[in-house]
């Protein structure tokens, strides 16, 4: 089997990991998008191609995750909650993904936010609010960077179309 193409399939593979890594934590997201652009770029035979598609996709890369960190923090702050309620969120986070399978990251991740704001602002009413917003900033950037992440990556199905056509 020919080496380009072995370095294709497995970037190919690597980006799909990277797309779902954008939604699901544990898993390696765009920094491993990027990556997977500069092995094919480097390695996959497209050329030219290679070096256009590494550098449109590394900015759809680098504006979700941009884009996450700043609509996330952004949010965070207008409700005025600690980046310590979303450590303690993400501990929770991992620690529930081994209790719970599935699920337990998503749900360690809440609890550990409303467990962090109820211990900081003492009225549930208040904690489940601010656990809610921290909630909802969190899914915004996830989102955006999940958007961002899945046009990288069809940027770089156009480019092996092209690069296979030439």
Do not use: D, Y
Request: glycine share 14%.
């Amino acid at each position: 089997m020919n080496p380009e193409i072995v370095v294709t399939v497995l970037c190919g593979l690597a980006i799909v990991v990277g797309v779902a890594g954008t939604i699901i934590p544990v898993l390696p997201g765009s920094i491993l998008i990027g990556a997977s652009l500069l092995a094919w770029a480097l390695w996959g035979g497209a050329g030219t191609t290679g070096w256009v598609v590494f550098g449109i996709g590394m900015l759809f890369v680098l504006a979700g995750m941009a884009a996450s960190t700043v609509l996330t923090g952004r949010k965070l702050k207008q409700h005025s909650i600690p980046s310590r309620s979303v450590v303690v969120g993400l501990v929770l986070g991992v620690a529930g993904m081994f209790v719970i399978p599935v699920v337990g990251l998503f749900v360690g991740f809440a609890a550990g936010l409303l467990l962090s704001e109820l211990q900081r602002t003492r009225v549930f009413g208040t904690a489940v609010a601010s656990s809610w917003a921290a909630l909802k900033a969190t899914g915004l950037g996830m989102i955006v960077e999940f958007g961002l992440a899945c046009l990288a990556a069809s940027t770089w199905v156009i480019g092996l179309w092209v690069a296979s056509a030439a």
